[in-house]
DNA sequence: TCGATATGAATGAATG
DNA sequence: CATTCATTCATATCGA
């Protein structure tokens, strides 16, 4: 999706404050096609919310061994095993929910080293972590975004 | 959504044909909201196809009568069978034939994206694969070799 | 049913 | 950021 959002901002001029008056930024061409996504992103959602609500009624215990309420059963996916000794560092549900949020709402966008400084010492209240593995995580968050985007597209380019 | 669609719509023109001429049709500041529409809507629906395919993963058990045909459009989105046993892809004989004479030919050129495309176009005449299934076998591939190598050395130090 | 092994897949970390 | 590696998890298969 990048690379579309650039090339569609190709046309657009340098974003000039505008008194009022109103440039001509997209075709209606693209703006087809955006309405196309949005809608199918819009029907996939609530679909999927359908089979969430269902998932939930029926099994709200499952993903909650590790007794953390606060934690939503959609973020609970990723619990790993906290006893035995590993190697490479992973990020405890808590953790997980905290860093997949900031995601949300940080639109896959990069980090400053300070928005990582910070976001390092609130996932220290909940275990042990570096600047340098919430670094890489949202490096490789955006790669796994960015591949399974990708795969959405061949897939419901029908839509 | 489908209000700020409308209010967005406001400030369109009726849509006649254009010979070639873009009419003002968007802000930036209008371009800038649907894009975050878009993305949001991208990480929602991964995050909800992760839980939809955890779901499925615990649901084994349950006989799945909600395997209705409205569900079809989330198996197009990478989420394994509904009713029948969940499944990890695994090469067909004549597959991993092919796999395993690509992998001792092509010892030492790296493999590219196109390469992958083009093994796994020749592999799908042969049965169901994507090109996720072939990137991780010959990463796999490429372990299992090492490994058996190192053991091979562990061997021979003795000597 | 219970290990034991093989292997597809996920992901933290390293490299270019 | 794109690729790759190293490690780990999950599942399929098999034999006792």
Redesign the pocket.
């Given at each position: 999706m990048d690379e579309r959002e650039r090339s569609r901002n190709n046309g657009v001029s340098g974003g000039g404050a505008n008194g009022g008056l109103v440039y001509p930024v997209m075709t209606e061409e693209q703006i087809q096609i955006l309405r196309h996504q949005i809608v199918a992103y819009t029907i996939i959602s609530e679909q999927l919310v359908q089979m969430y609500k269902s998932f939930i009624a029926q099994q709200d215990f499952i993903g909650m061994e590790l007794g953390n309420p606060s934690c939503d059963p959609l973020m609970a996916l990723?619990a790993?095993?906290i006893s035995?000794r590993?190697?490479?560092?992973?990020?405890t549900p808590v953790q997980l929910q905290i860093l997949e949020n900031l995601f949300i709402q940080g639109s896959g966008t990069?980090r400053t080293k300070e928005k990582i400084k910070e976001i390092t010492n609130e996932l220290a209240q909940h275990g042990p972590v570096t600047e340098?593995?919430v670094y890489?995580?949202f490096?490789?968050?955006?790669?796994?975004s960015?591949k399974r985007s990708a795969q959405f597209q061949s897939k419901t380019e029908s839509i």
């Amino acid at each position: 999706m990048d690379e579309r959002e650039r090339s569609r901002n190709n046309g657009v001029s340098g974003g000039g404050a505008n008194g009022g008056l109103v440039y001509p930024v997209m075709t209606e061409e693209q703006i087809q096609i955006l309405r196309h996504q949005i809608v199918a992103y819009t029907i996939i959602s609530e679909q999927l919310v359908q089979m969430y609500k269902s998932f939930i009624a029926q099994q709200d215990f499952i993903g909650m061994e590790l007794g953390n309420p606060s934690c939503d059963p959609l973020m609970a996916l990723g619990a790993r095993k906290i006893s035995s000794r590993r190697h490479r560092w992973a990020p405890t549900p808590v953790q997980l929910q905290i860093l997949e949020n900031l995601f949300i709402q940080g639109s896959g966008t990069t980090r400053t080293k300070e928005k990582i400084k910070e976001i390092t010492n609130e996932l220290a209240q909940h275990g042990p972590v570096t600047e340098s593995n919430v670094y890489n995580w949202f490096q490789n968050r955006r790669a796994k975004s960015k591949k399974r985007s990708a795969q959405f597209q061949s897939k419901t380019e029908s839509i």
